[in-house]
Antibody, heavy 121, light 110 residues
Framework: EVQLVESGGGLVQPGGSLRLSCAASGFTFSNYAMTWVRQAPGKGLEWVSALSDSGANTYYADSVRGRYTISRDNSKHTLYLQINGLRAEDTAVYYC??????????????WGRGTLVTVSS | QTVVTQEPSVSVSPGGTVTLTCGLSSGSVSTSHNPTWYQQTPGQAPRTLIYNTNTRSSGVPDRFSGSILGNKAALTITGAQADDESDYHCVLYMGRGIWVFGGGTELTVL
């Protein structure tokens, strides 16, 4: 059974930093690209970042490029999201998801339950 | 900047048919955008309904269907049920590793 478990969220002051983790199990982690998606309170989903299976290629939404860094440790089956210079608008539930890419289609097929990041003084 | 558009809220009567759409602020949605639809209830993670424009995910009832209608992706629910009352999110693949979600549609069944 595929499982994705996020951790690392919490209450952080503006300007602070956090590293989110996503522990994966139930599939061969190193074979799949992964992604982070966030959802601000009462808002829709927002794609944040994605990372290729090897970790060599990273992709970011314009809204977070330069402050967010996505990475992975395939030996630990874990995906990370480093967030620096936190702002109030970064307050959200952060989900990690597995990307299924097959032939000419791709989508986020499994999601974790998310971890809440709250930025407030 | 690419904006993906969805109806903010839609209502349907029990047993009725409703179509939610997913468009682009500039241009048309095509199958190459890999339209994907997710259903989400409050406090829960999204659940995949439709991927690759029109393929139902495992376990999804056949009253849910996906298509391209005109210049938009569409999610149609035929024979809506009370437990279909949820938020529905579409996402498009823009290429080069970039994805964009729509703002989501709140579906009310009443």
């Amino acid at each position: 059974e595929v499982q994705l478990v996020e951790s690392g969220g919490g209450l952080v002051q503006p300007g602070g930093s956090l590293r989110l983790s996503c522990a994966a199990s139930g599939f061969t982690f190193s074979n799949y690209a992964m992604t982070w998606v966030r959802q601000a309170p009462g808002k829709g989903l927002e794609w944040v970042s994605a990372l290729s299976d090897s970790g060599a290629n990273t992709y970011y939404a314009d809204s977070v490029r330069g402050r967010y860094t996505i990475s992975r440790d395939n030996s630990k089956h874990t995906l990370y999201l480093q967030i620096n210079g936190l702002r109030a608008e970064d307050t959200a539930v952060y989900y990690c998801a597995k990307i299924l890419h097959s032939g000419n289609y791709r989508y986020f097929d499994y999601w974790g339950r998310g971890t809440l990041v709250t930025v407030s003084s | 900047q690419t904006v993906v558009t969805q109806e903010p809220s839609v209502s349907v009567s029990p047993g009725g048919t409703v179509t939610l759409t997913c468009g682009l602020s500039s241009g048309s949605v095509s199958t190459s955008h890999n339209p994907t639809w997710y259903q989400q209830t409050p406090g829960q993670a999204p659940r995949t309904l439709i991927y690759n424009t029109n393929t139902r995910s495992s376990g999804v009832p056949d009253r849910f269907s996906g298509s391209i209608l005109g210049n938009k992706a569409a999610l149609t629910i035929t024979g809506a049920q009370a437990d279909d009352e949820s938020d529905y999110h579409c996402v498009l693949y823009m290429g080069r590793g970039i994805w964009v979600f729509g703002g989501g549609t709140e579906l009310t069944v009443l």
